[in-house]
Structure formats: structure tokens, C-alpha cells
């Protein structure tokens, strides 16, 4: 366990090096910047280390990895994100844990978390996951919804009890005209948030950015960047 502490300290370390120097490449402040560690497939002691180690935010994509581990690590003092496409028949489990899901795609999706949420007695913070492969209709192949989509779908997160509308979220696409373009693609999530604030002023998370662009991101003006494998190394896939 001492030499995992060690590796995950040595690894936060050069992430931590890798978002201040993209801070300071643009002239951004280093705590502009929320580091969200992505813990899939790792165990709950990983999590615990993490924080141990001062981490206070970290993510699941997949509700039977996040539930137990969630449930295992309640006592720590973390902010629980989840990150990957959601289905509704997971919301139930989903808002006993998640205090911001950032894959918000669809307006049925929204009824569904408002109900859980309500019966729940929570308040989650809600990201509009935007698919860049796509700028009208239906979203592409990585999740979200299309860009001409967002600003429908924050009006209803904003009249969605239990729910708020507190920003985007997006993955560099791999298909359409920002297909390994990450900086161009981030670039239009700007520009996608801008608009979306002057509807609704306090959406003001933008989600970007993983292990291999997280300076692409930064430079695009990322309030969040996810990271996984730059800090807890790769792991075989379970279940």
C-alpha cells in the first residue's frame, strides 16, 4: 500500500505540473482549474489514498463500479461525479451518490433524475454533455447532444425540481471536423458555454479535457478537466 501511496502521489504531482504550466501558458490562475480524478475500474482503497493525498473530486462512468465504491468510501470528504453516459433506469442509484452528473443528453433523461432526485431530497448540479462530431440533430458517437440542443435542455434543468444547470461537459470527438482537433474542438465548447451563460448565468462548469489534452483544454478555458490513467496507470477492465 505504501508503494501505491507513492505512485499516486508521484503521478498527481505531474498532473498537478502539467495543469499549472497550462495555466500559466495562458495567463489563467492555477485554481481556475478543478482537477477531477477518474477512478473507473480502480478499487475504493485508490480512492481512499487519493484522499489522502488531498484529492476532493473524483468520477465513475458506470454505476456498478460507483455505487458500492461510493458507498464504501462515504465517510471521505469528496465530491462525487459521474461522468458516463447515464441510462435512465440507473437515475435511482445514480442520485444517491452523484453530487454533479455530467452527462445530461436528453430531456427524458432530465424527467427521470428530477423524480429520483425529489424522492431523494437532493439538489445534484447537472452538465449538458455536448457532441462535437455534430453541430444539428441527432448527436454522435460518443454521447450528447447536438449543439443547437443545449440551450433547450438547460431550460429544462432549470425548471426541473431537485435538478440545476451548472454548465457542458465534452470529449474530443473522434469523427466530424474536430476529429484530432482537441484545442479547436474545446475552442467551440467555449463558445457553446458563452451562449448557454447568457441564458443561464450560473452554468458556468465547463468539463474538458482527459489525460492526453487536458493542456488543450486548459487553453480553451476548462474550469474542469476529468483525468484517469496519467494519475491512477492502467488497470484491465472488471466486470
Known amino acids: 500500500m505504501t508503494d501505491r501511496r507513492t505512485q499516486l502521489a508521484q503521478n498527481l504531482a505531474r498532473v498537478e505540473e502539467r495543469i499549472a504550466a497550462a495555466c500559466a501558458a495562458v495567463g489563467r490562475k492555477r485554481e481556475e482549474v478543478t482537477l477531477i480524478v477518474v477512478t473507473k475500474t480502480h478499487p475504493a482503497s485508490d480512492v481512499r489514498l487519493l484522499a489522502e493525498l488531498g484529492v476532493r473530486h473524483v468520477a465513475e462512468n458506470r454505476d456498478q463500479d460507483a455505487a458500492p465504491k461510493a458507498a464504501e468510501c462515504s465517510d471521505l470528504p469528496l465530491t462525487w461525479h459521474f461522468v458516463g453516459q447515464l441510462q435512465t433506469n440507473k437515475v435511482k442509484s445514480v442520485v444517491n451518490y452523484a453530487d454533479v452528473v455530467h452527462s445530461i443528453d436528453r430531456v427524458r433523461l432530465v424527467t427521470a433524475l428530477s423524480a429520483a432526485a425529489v424522492r431523494q431530497g437532493r439538489e445534484l448540479d447537472c ?46 470527438p473522434l469523427a466530424g471536423p474536430y476529429a484530432g482537433r482537441p484545442r479547436a474542438a474545446f475552442e467551440r465548447l467555449r ?16 468539463s474538458a479535457g482527459m489525460s492526453a489534452d487536458l493542456e488543450d483544454a486548459v487553453a480553451a478555458g476548462a474550469t474542469h478537466v476529468r483525468v484517469g490513467t496519467a494519475v491512477l496507470g492502467s488497470r484491465p477492465r472488471l466486470g
Open 127 to 172: 452538465l449538458i454533455q455536448v457532441a462535437l462530431d455534430v453541430e444539428t440533430g441527432d448527436a454522435g458517437g460518443r454521447g450528447g447532444v447536438a449543439p443547437d440542443g443545449v440551450v433547450a435542455l438547460a431550460d429544462a434543468l432549470a425548471e426541473a425540481q431537485g435538478l440545476r444547470p451548472a454548465g457542458l461537459m465534452t470529449v474530443a
Open 191 to 206: 463558445e457553446i458555454a458563452t451562449d448557454l451563460r447568457a441564458a443561464h448565468p450560473a452554468a458556468n462548469m465547463v
